[in-house]
């Protein structure tokens, strides 16, 4: 780490150590609670903040009648459900990327508006637009709207409702799937490995979806959506020039889950996953396709007013490249992914969190798919990415967040040294990062 990193953030923290909280963001707000009642450590959920999420962003249900003496919902929040988040970062590399360089600072490296509530009476949601640093505009982030009611099902208590959201997973309300998965918060300047599964992020908001879910007797969680390509910013209507992933016809989602509670423990394990139909680059023609079975888990134990928790997933991506192979882009047609991440956090009351994590992507050998180009390719066209991160948290309010991460890697894009054949090794590519991370 270099000094002059280290007296940035010493100055950070010092500075927002004192930040009085005079602001919460906008489900606070509406719902008169602190944030930690919802979230152990954001975008972290507690039960609460899982059923909160569950039952349509609504929190209270109000009745009254109209001048006929109907009785019609009403639900207006005597507040506008607005509230902002600004990131602001600085990354160190082990080695700096040719011609480039060292420290790339993010100011910001993010900035959201949140139009985050309830809308109505059994309907409410998220809608973000985020300016990044790297694409130097605003956008479409991640987007969940939602309707939410209740019955019964069997005898038991039966919650049900239709999401509209704009990337898989981001309906999720656990923190063991890629949307709100860990990391919390990461850097963009970083260089990423050659080879992810498609559920892990390649059609984030890139996509809109429609679908229903329930939770039955606050076990049983099912969710299935189907998803069309969108691709904000491009052609109206949709080409798919440029564009690697346009859906054929529609991608079906699904998720279920179990969730159940012994003494002190909690304990989450579910399967997610999606199957995919696209043309690269086109609306029509030959396709690829992928499917992405996935499994992951979400512990908790509280220690008195500290917590500790734990997730994991696992996903096998196989995919059958006919419309790849047939272009000259993939050697072989029939290719799979195996991707896997652990981590765990230690909550000291709702100030300060330790995480660490292991990851680790593995596939087969593709030397057209995962070609050899500096910094970024393949030497030996293997696609495994190996690597583990330690992240400390300070919250001196419960709006605040002062982070420090450190990123390494055992081995990048298929090898230990030399993986890009331009004589780069994995560790290089390690990174520190650290950010200042502030909700209002």
């Not at 309830?118 to 956008?139: E, N």
């Not at 969940?144 to 409702?161: F, P, T």
């Not at 059609?203 to 049983?220: K, M, R, T």
Request: proline share 5%; aromatic share 14%; glycine share 10%.
């Amino acid at each position: 780490m270099q000094k002059t990193t280290i007296r940035i953030f010493a100055i950070l923290c010092f500075t927002f150590s004192f930040w009085p909280a005079y602001a919460v963001p906008s489900f606070a707000r509406q719902t008169g609670l602190s944030c930690n009642t919802c979230h152990s450590n954001p975008p972290e959920l507690t039960a609460f903040g899982r059923n909160f999420k569950l039952k349509g962003y609504v929190l209270t249900d109000l009745t009254a009648k109209d001048k006929v003496g109907n009785s019609r919902d009403l639900l207006l929040s005597k507040y506008i459900p607005l509230s902002a988040m600004i990131l602001l970062s600085d990354t160190a590399y082990q080695a700096n990327q040719p011609a480039t360089q060292n420290n790339a600072a993010g100011f910001p490296q993010q900035l959201s508006i949140f139009l985050a509530g309830a809308f109505a009476s059994h309907f409410g949601g998220m809608v973000q637009v985020t300016y990044t640093h790297v694409d130097d505009h605003f956008g479409m982030d991640n987007t969940d709207l939602r309707y939410a009611n209740q019955g019964k099902l069997a005898g038991k208590d039966w919650w049900y409702g239709i999401t509209l959201n704009n990337s898989p997973t981001v309906e999720d309300v656990w923190n063991s799937t890629p949307s709100w998965g860990y990391p919390w918060i990461s850097t963009n300047s970083g260089v990423s490995p050659i080879a992810s599964p498609i559920i892990n992020g390649a059609l984030a908001q890139d996509v809109a979806g429609l679908g229903g879910y329930s939770l039955w007797d606050n076990h049983l969680y099912t969710d299935v959506t189907l998803y069309r390509s969108e691709h904000a910013g491009g052609p109206v209507p949709v080409t798919g020039t440029g564009y690697q992933y346009n859906i054929s016809g529609a991608a079906p989602y699904w998720r279920a889950g179990w969730q159940q509670t012994f003494g002190d423990n909690y304990l989450e394990v579910g399967t997610y996953g999606i199957y995919l139909s696209s043309y690269p680059g086109a609306i029509s023609g030959p396709t690829d396709s992928y499917i992405d079975p996935s499994f992951d888990f979400q512990y908790e134990r509280p220690f008195g007013a500290n917590l500790l928790d734990a997730h994991g997933r696992y996903t096998h991506e196989a995919s059958n490249l006919n419309a790849s192979f047939a272009a000259g882009t993939a050697t072989a047609k029939s290719n799979y992914l195996n991707a896997w991440e652990l981590d765990s956090t230690y909550h000291w009351t709702s100030r300060y969190t330790a995480t660490g994590s292991l990851f680790s992507t593995t596939g087969n050998v593709d030397a057209l798919l995962y070609a050899p180009a500096a910094v970024t390719g393949s030497n030996n066209g293997n696609p495994d990415t190996s690597g583990y991160e330690a992240q400390f948290g300070y919250w001196p309010v419960q709006n605040i967040d002062i982070s420090a991460a450190y990123t390494g890697y055992t081995k990048f894009n298929g090898a230990s040294t030399n993986y890009d054949g331009a004589k780069r090794n994995a560790s290089d590519n390690n990174t520190v990062y650290m950010a200042l991370w502030v909700n209002f």
